[in-house]
């Protein structure tokens, strides 16, 4: 019997987040995280910048727990994943964002920002009608230099228009998404957390870079994972104080029952740290693979 109380929207970025780089990863922290995914009161959501069929791929290749949802190209598309493992489009998440660029689509973008040497567009399989993906030259542009020209450039088109930037640490490079005001991680966990009827302390989000960022300053219970590098969790509790969304934001630390706190197991401690319903099942040493 699902409990109400215990009900929980586990909202996750993958890369960095629940897919291991460098950091030393326990190697119990998948195993107790897909525990957790089991459980009927848990649906999982990951929320990332990955395309549909790159989250499946990074599911099979590292074993992660199956979701019940997926927020994909850093928020242009939310699919409903089923039981039979069939991903299906969630169509009023395009009417919603769609709104904000005037009917049109990124190729209505493309040419005002061809021209300039401190972008080059990402493969054609990284673009979405409502995501427009670039890398930018990190030796050539500052950060604020390089959102300065886009806004510019994209200015006559009148959309309502959100550029992330952020920073592929494992293959050092810039990215830049330039997508609907709407469509960021944040909003599609609202989103998610109002379609699905759940309620705020039935929430949790966690993720480790630039593009998760737009959550710590919402009501969003949101996690750093412990290996998240030290200038996001230093502009994480930035963005959080600023709003007054301080007690909102958790970092992990590791150290506190719950395993190392990087990735999978910061994860966990985020949830245990937020839900403390759940602190019990997500100890270390009642771990089940
Ligand atoms: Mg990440």
Redesign the pocket.
Known sequence: MTSESRRLLLCS?????VIPYAAPEDADARPRLRALCRHPAVALAYVTGRDAELVREAIAQFDLPTPAYAVTDVGACIWRVDAAGDWTRWDEWQTEIAQDWRGQTQEQARPLLADWAGLTLQAEERQQPYKLSYYWDMDQCAPDDVLTEVQTRLQPLGWNTELTLSIDAHQRVGLLDVLPRRATKRHAVEFLQAQLNYTPDQVVFA???GN?LSVMESHVHSVLVANTPPEVKAEGRRLAADTGQADTLYIATGGVGYGNGNYAAGVLEGVAHFCPRWADDLRQTTASA
């Open positions: 970025d993958m890369d960095g987040t993720g480790d870079s998760d």
